[in-house]
């Protein structure tokens, strides 16, 4: 194994998130909390195609979560989870949603689309920081067992 093998092999969380400004402050929130590398692959259309072309390639690297926040129209994660929720199944890769707080609907309509899980997006800064603690913690909980020692 080289070096750069180790490096490429390393876990990581990929981002769909259609706003530069709100992926760039949840990706540093979540890095400040523990979280892996975090790979931002844009809107919901680059996102699908990135994810798409790196899932269909078994010698690649995979992420360990798909964190979808996507703010087009209140049914845009909604929409892209049910697109892509099949291939990201196959492969075994949880996906979470951001929502609104209060939304109870757009939560179960998520969860009912194949996120294995929901959170808040906070706009009071501890609110927030427990949020990206959460998540974190969701990402150690979900990885799968046998990617260990890889």
Same mark, same amino acid.
């Given at each position: 194994?080289? $070096?750069? #093998?180790? %490096?490429? !092999?390393? /876990?990581?969380?990929?981002?769909? &998130?259609?706003?530069? @400004? =709100?992926?760039?402050? *949840? ?27 790196? $899932?269909? #390639?078994? %010698?690649? !690297?995979? /992420?360990?979560?798909?964190?979808? &926040?996507?703010?087009? @129209? =209140?049914?845009?994660? *909604? ?72």
């Amino acid at each position: 194994m080289h $070096l750069n #093998d180790q %490096a490429e !092999n390393q /876990p990581f969380v990929a981002l769909i &998130d259609d706003d530069q @400004h =709100s992926a760039h402050l *949840l990706t540093r929130m979540l890095l400040a909390h523990g979280s892996p590398d975090i790979k931002w692959y844009g809107d919901a259309n680059a996102g699908r195609s990135c994810l798409t072309t790196l $899932l269909a #390639d078994p %010698a690649t !690297n995979w /992420p360990g979560l798909v964190i979808v &926040d996507l703010k087009a @129209h =209140s049914n845009a994660n *909604l929409e892209f989870i049910a697109s892509i929720r099949p291939l990201l199944r196959q492969k075994g890769v949880p996906v979470a949603a951001m929502v609104q707080p209060g939304d109870l609907a757009q939560r179960n309509a998520l969860q009912n689309a194949g996120a294995a899980a929901v959170f808040v997006r906070q706009a009071e800064l501890d609110a927030y920081r427990r949020e990206a603690a959460s998540i974190v913690s969701f990402w150690a909980r979900s990885q799968r067992l046998d990617a260990v020692g890889m």
